[in-house]
């Protein structure tokens, strides 16, 4: 009987350690924040840490039995977003709406493209930056929301671009690279 007691003291003393072992390891709050931030990409990075411009996000990618692998993926943070100046664009007062709309929100801060180019690319001139750019953050340079090509024709057509013989041999170089995405001298941007 004295033997069993034993036993049972120990076993419980056992189960109630690896309890507080693995609280620790999987819940420290910088680690949320990272996970939170894969799946959200608005949630900006704890003060402190990762100040730079370029952050880096660190996920742990392993697949059960795997050995340790990282997977590193960066973010690219728009400065007002990541020093959390929201209220620059945002009216915290009025339900989060914008203080001003694009494209006189961006002129705030940016020169405006009418002072740089004779003629503006359609939706440059219309304002639509955001249909090119995430305001806050993007794992794409320039903070785009499309790499390549796909930035272009999510709204050119690929058929009627690649119909035009000046376009016949450009296989998958970038569009950027003969045009500016956002003006130019005449109306082919180029
Ligand atoms: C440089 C200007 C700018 C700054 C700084 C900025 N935002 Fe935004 N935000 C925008 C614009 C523009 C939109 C609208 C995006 C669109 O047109 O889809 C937006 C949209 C949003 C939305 C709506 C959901 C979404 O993501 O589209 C939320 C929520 C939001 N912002 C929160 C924040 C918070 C929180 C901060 C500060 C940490 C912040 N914003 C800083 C410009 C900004
Ligand atoms: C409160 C000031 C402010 C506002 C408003 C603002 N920006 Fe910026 N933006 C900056 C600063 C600062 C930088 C970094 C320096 C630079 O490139 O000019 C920057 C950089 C950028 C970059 C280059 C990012 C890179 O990785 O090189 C893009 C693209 C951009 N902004 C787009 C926008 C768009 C689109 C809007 C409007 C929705 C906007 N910005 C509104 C301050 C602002
Ligand atoms: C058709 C897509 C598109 C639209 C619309 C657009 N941009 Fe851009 N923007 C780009 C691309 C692509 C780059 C990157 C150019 C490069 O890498 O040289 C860029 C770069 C920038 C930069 C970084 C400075 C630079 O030249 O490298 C700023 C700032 C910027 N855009 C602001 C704006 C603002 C403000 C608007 C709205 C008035 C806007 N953009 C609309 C595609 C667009
Ligand atoms: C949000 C939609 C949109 C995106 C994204 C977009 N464009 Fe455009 N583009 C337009 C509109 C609208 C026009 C004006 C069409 C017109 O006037 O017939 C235009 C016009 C042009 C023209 C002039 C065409 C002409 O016949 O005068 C060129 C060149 C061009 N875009 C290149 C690009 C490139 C390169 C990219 C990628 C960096 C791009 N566009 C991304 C909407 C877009
Ligand atoms: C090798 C340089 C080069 C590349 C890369 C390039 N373009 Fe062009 N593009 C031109 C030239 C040059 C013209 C002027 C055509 C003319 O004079 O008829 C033009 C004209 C255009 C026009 C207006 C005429 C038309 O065909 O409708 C659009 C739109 C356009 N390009 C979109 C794009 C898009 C989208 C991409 C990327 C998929 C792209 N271009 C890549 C050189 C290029």
Not at 7 to 12: A, E, H, K, N, T
Not at 15 to 23: A, D, E, N, Q
Not at 91 to 102: R, S
């Amino acid at each position: 009987m004295q033997f069993n007691k034993y036993i049972y003291g120990y076993l419980i003393y056992v189960i109630l350690l690896s309890g507080v072992l693995f609280i620790n390891s999987s819940c420290s709050s910088g680690e949320g924040k990272e996970i939170l931030s894969i799946f959200f990409d608005g949630v900006p990075q704890d003060e402190g840490e990762n100040q730079t411009a370029d952050s880096l996000l660190v996920r742990n990618d392993n697949k059960p039995g795997e050995n340790k692998r990282r997977v590193v993926e960066q973010i690219f943070f728009h400065p007002p977003f990541q020093s959390r100046e929201c209220d620059n664009c945002h009216n915290l007062q009025a339900g989060n709406d914008l203080i001003e709309q694009p494209p006189e929100l961006c002129y705030t801060c940016h020169d405006d493209f009418k002072n740089q180019f004779a003629v503006l690319h359609g939706p440059v001139a219309s304002g639509y930056c955001t249909q090119c750019h995430n305001p806050h953050s993007s794992k794409i340079k320039k903070l785009l929301v499309k790499k390549g090509q796909q930035l272009c024709l999510s709204c050119h057509e690929k058929q009627d671009v690649f119909k035009n013989e000046v376009h016949e041999d450009i296989d998958d170089t970038n569009c950027t690279d003969c045009h500016n995405p956002h003006g130019g001298d005449d109306r082919f941007l180029l």
